[in-house]
Structures are given as structure tokens and as C-alpha cells.
């Protein structure tokens, strides 16, 4: 049953993989790419998602789903499907987030954008397509003992979307005993999966720093306390946290990136006060505690040094995204079932941006993989001229399927990664 009809016939697909799951899923091509381009076409920003939300329930309906949920943190679906089996008694969880970002596109292909202003510029389209053509897979062959949850995530661009569906009840309606999701990485190559045992993106927190001084003259500058001196010593001084006072052995980064002070039309006046905005980023706990209290005592430090005075806000936007290992290292027994071990990367480098995913490995086990898909005309993540690559969409769809298989095998199934499923359920 198709999704959407096709715009255009793509390519067949290049990349090739093992298993049922794959094979079945790639006759699904044509249709998962004219869906993905349909949602890229109609962009939608966290909480807004209502026409992406209603695209995927039409296609979980054609699917065959056995339950559709709307409405879970707001505009959030869910799908449940029950395997051939439901006594192992198991329960697992997949995430794909829906929503676009508020960024002008630059591409001119027939599926591009028809919004002013709002892009699928990081793959959330694609992500979306993916989950949708496991679904109908996993309906449509019920090879697996348990219950497979299809989360479908509004709001994962700084609206913490998971956390939203999380306070409204998702893992009290859903108890999975894991949950996984994916994210596409244009620096690898296409056929490629990435994963590691432990952090696999960082925590995002947002600092405001306000300065008080005493505005005047620029001509009578000893006449003032000058906010605009003590921003540029504070936005040194804060590189020395890093430098000087966190472990070379810990990660962490503080970034001021912009400052906001008097009129540029006023050349000849000391503004009375002045605000610096960036972030910082760690993956340990107390490397987060020790920057942020470092930070507060150095601004205020250096701020009453010149006579001015100095506040930070500091806000824990996003923690850090840790992957549990039992669940790493069956994830990446499942990609390697697919794609073999020489395009499964188990020691992948943690990446300093942010991810909401975060909120749901807090209170679940679970793991966040990185799938290939090449970086095209030098357009990465929130480029302008970025598009998700369809080629990889049956693969995507085949790894999310055989979590769920491998994860919830039927009587007399066997593998290392059903072994890893057992070690990780234990």
C-alpha cells in the first residue's frame, strides 16, 4: 500500500545489505523517498509538526499498525505493533524526530522547501521516512516476539520534545525495556554505522552574562565604569576554565558567541551595561558542576575588579547523550549483521553538539547510532543547501526493523546479537 504517490521515479538504490529486513524494505524505495520529500517539501517547526504528525498516522494506518497515539507531548505519535508473540513479555522502543529548523533553503530541487524560512536542514525528514518504512515492515511480518513502540518525536531543535513526551506519560504508557534511536552523519559514508559505549554527543547548556557598569562620555572614559572593557576581559579570562582548571583528560568547551552593548550609530558613548550569550558543552556531570561554578566566580571576580558588577544565568538546556553499553554493543551487532564489521565503527568519536535523545537514555536504557550518508556538495547538518540522501533509507529502516527482531527474537532464532539482547535484558 503506497504512501504518497512518487513526484518522480528515483534512481533504484546503490547500497546493498544483508539480511530479510533489507531486502524487503528496498522494494519500499520508491515510496519512502517520495514520502521523505513530501515531509522535506512541508517543513514544520518543534510543536507545529501537524501535518508531518498527520502524514505519519496515514501511513501508520496504511501499515497496519495495531495501535496509533496522537498527541503525546503535544503534537508526538506513537505506533505499537505486536510481534507473532508477545510472551517474552518484552517491549522495545524506536525514536525518529519530526521537526524542521527556522533556516532559509538554498536548493532548487522539485521537493525543496515551499516555506520562506523553514527547512529540513538536519535530516528529520529522512529520520521520519525511515521509522515509517519499519513500521510497515515489521507489521507485515510480525517476525519478532514482544512489542515494538514507534515513537515519532515532535520538537528535537531546542524544544526538548523528548522531555515533553516523557511528562506526559510516554514510558508510563509505553514501559519499554529499551529505547534506540539514529541520526543521519554526512561525514561518513554512505553504508557506514557509527556507535560507542558511552557519550555520543554532548550536554548543551546556555549562559547569559550581564554586566553593570557606569555609562558616559567616550571622550571622559575615566568617568565611567566601562562595560564593553570588562566584557572583552571576561571573554578571555572564561578560556582559561578550559585551560587551566578542567582535566586534560575531560572534554569541554565554552563558547561566547555573541555581545550586546550600546549603539553602534553612538561611536562616542560608553554604554552603561553590556550582555554576552554563548554555551558550553561536556559529557561528564561533574566537568558540567565545575565549569558552570567557575564561570560565575570568574565573571563576578574580574567584573568587581574594574568596579562593575556581573551576573550569569546559567541554563541546562540538553544533557549529555550516554549510551548504555549492553545496548550499544547489541546495536552494533544488529548493523553488522547488515552491513558487515568493516562498516560498523564500535569506538566512533563523541560529537560536542546536542541531542534531546538524551532525556529518554535518562530514564531508559537504550542508544543513539550515527548512520552514513556522505556529505553532498560540501553541505553538512544545518546547511542551507543540505538534503538527506535517499539512498540510505532502506537501511535505516532495515536497522531500526532488526533492533526490533534481534531484540525480541522468535523461539529458535539465534546470533550474537540476540546473545548481546539477552546480556542487555538481564
Not at 568493516?342 to 535523545?357: I, K, T, Y
Request: aromatic share 6%; charged share 20%.
Amino acid at each position: 500500500m503506497a504512501f504518497v504517490t512518487p513526484r518522480a521515479e528515483p534512481a533504484a538504490p546503490r547500497l546493498r545489505a544483508e539480511g530479510r529486513a533489507f531486502a524487503q524494505i528496498a522494494r519500499m524505495h520508491p515510496e519512502l523517498t517520495a514520502f521523505r520529500r513530501d515531509l522535506h517539501a512541508h517543513p514544520e517547526l518543534g510543536f507545529e509538526e501537524v501535518y508531518t504528525a498527520g502524514r505519519v498516522r496515514e501511513a501508520l494506518r496504511a501499515c497496519g499498525v495495531d495501535e496509533i497515539h496522537e498527541g503525546i507531548g503535544r503534537t508526538g505519535v506513537v505506533g505499537v505493533i505486536r510481534g507473532r508473540s508477545t510472551a517474552s513479555g518484552r517491549m522495545l522502543g524506536l525514536r525518529a524526530d519530526m521537526d524542521a529548523l527556522p533556516m532559509q533553503e538554498q536548493n532548487e530541487f522539485g521537493w525543496c522547501s515551499a516555506k520562506s524560512g523553514l527547512m529540513h536542514g538536519c535530516g528529520h525528514d529522512g529520520h521520519t521516512a525511515m521509522l515509517v518504512g519499519a513500521a510497515r515492515y515489521l507489521a507485515e511480518t510480525r517476525h519478532f516476539d514482544g512489542t515494538a513502540v514507534l515513537i515519532f518525536q515532535p520538537g528535537e531543535e531546542g524544544h526538548a520534545g523528548a522531555r515533553v513526551m516523557i511528562e506526559d506519560g510516554l514510558f508510563e504508557r509505553f514501559p519499554v525495556n529499551a529505547v534506540y534511536a539514529m541520526h543521519n552523519w554526512p561525514a561518513m559514508p554512505v553504508g557506514t554505522v557509527g556507535i560507542n559505549r558511552g557519550a555520543m554527543m554532548a550536554a548543551a547548556d546556555r549562559i547569559t552574562i550581564d554586566i553593570t557598569g557606569k555609562g558616559g562620555h567616550g571622550a571622559h572614559a575615566y568617568q565611567t565604569v566601562d562595560p564593553v572593557l570588562v566584557s572583552a576581559h571576561i571573554i578571555t579570562a572564561a578560556q582559561s576554565i578550559v585551560s587551566r582548571n578542567v582535566r586534560p583528560i575531560d572534554a569541554a568547551v565554552i563558547s561566547l558567541c555573541a555581545m550586546q552593548a550600546g549603539d553602534v550609530d553612538a561611536f562616542s558613548v560608553i554604554p552603561g551595561s553590556a550582555r554576552l550569550v554563548g554555551t558550553v558543552r561536556t559529557f561528564n556531570l561533574r566537568v558540567q558542576n565545575q565549569v558552570e561554578h567557575r564561570l560565575k566566580e570568574l565573571c563576578t571576580s574580574v567584573a568587581a575588579a574594574f568596579g562593575a558588577t556581573a551576573s550569569v544565568k546559567y541554563e541546562r538546556i540538553y544533557p549529555a547523550t550516554i549510551n548504555t553499553a549492553p545496548e550499544a554493543m547489541f546495536a552494533a551487532d544488529v548493523a553488522e549483521s547488515l552491513v558487515g564489521a568493516h562498516n560498523v565503527d564500535r569506538h566512533l568519536e563523541p560529537s560536542m553538539g546536542a541531542e534531546d535523545f538524551s532525556f529518554m537514555l535518562q530514564h531508559k536504557a537504550g542508544a543513539y547510532l550515527r548512520i552514513g550518508q556522505d556529505v553532498r556538495d560540501g553541505a553538512y547538518l544545518h546547511n542551507p543547501r543540505y538534503d538527506f540522501n535517499d539512498e540510505i533509507l532502506p537501511l535505516g529502516a532495515a536497522l531500526h526493523a532488526s533492533l526490533i527482531e534481534q531484540g525480541m527474537p522468535l523461539a529458535g532464532t539465534s546470533g550474537a546479537a540476540q546473545e548481546n539482547a539477552a546480556t542487555a535484558a538481564n
